[in-house]
């Protein structure tokens, strides 16, 4: 066999094995993962950013403080008797918060729950305690 004939068998099969066009596909690029700042105190929030926070679970998903204010949980998340649904870490969960506008702002949990509240208003009861 001629070394021209072995070329061209050689060719012929990487071409057939290779589906007959040399390409490279490459993944749609992902989008890169959000931010998530630790808000220092003296600090504010800006609209859509991710901040890392702590909310108490013990009695439930009822309130935190965030961004120098006060939040009620709307709604407040509880099993039913005072405690964190399942699924929420007890006493404190920690994750990240997201200011949705000027006054709401939502928590999502390291565990997978979400939580939405509300920043507290002059008519709102002050903060719940929890025992």
Do not use: K
């Not at 066009?21 to 991710?50: C, K, M, N």
């Not at 039913?80 to 007890?90: F, T």
């Not at 006054?103 to 565990?111: I, K, L, P, T, V």
Request: charged residues 25%.
């Amino acid at each position: 066999m001629s070394r021209a004939w072995c070329g061209f068998a050689l060719t012929l099969a990487l071409t057939a094995c290779s589906g007959g066009v040399a390409s490279r596909t490459t993944d749609p690029p992902e989008d890169p993962p959000p931010v998530v700042a630790t808000l220092a105190p003296g600090d504010r929030a800006e609209i859509g950013g991710q901040y890392r926070h702590e909310i108490s679970t013990h009695c439930g998903i009822v309130a935190t403080v965030f961004d120098r204010r006060e939040w009620l949980a709307d709604p407040p998340l509880s099993d039913g008797n005072a405690n964190p649904p399942r699924g929420w870490d007890n006493p404190t969960e920690v994750g990240v918060i997201r200011l949705v506008d000027a006054d709401h702002a939502e928590f999502s949990g390291r565990n997978g729950g979400v939580a939405r509240f509300r920043a507290r208003t002059r008519n709102d009861p002050p903060l719940p305690g929890c025992d």
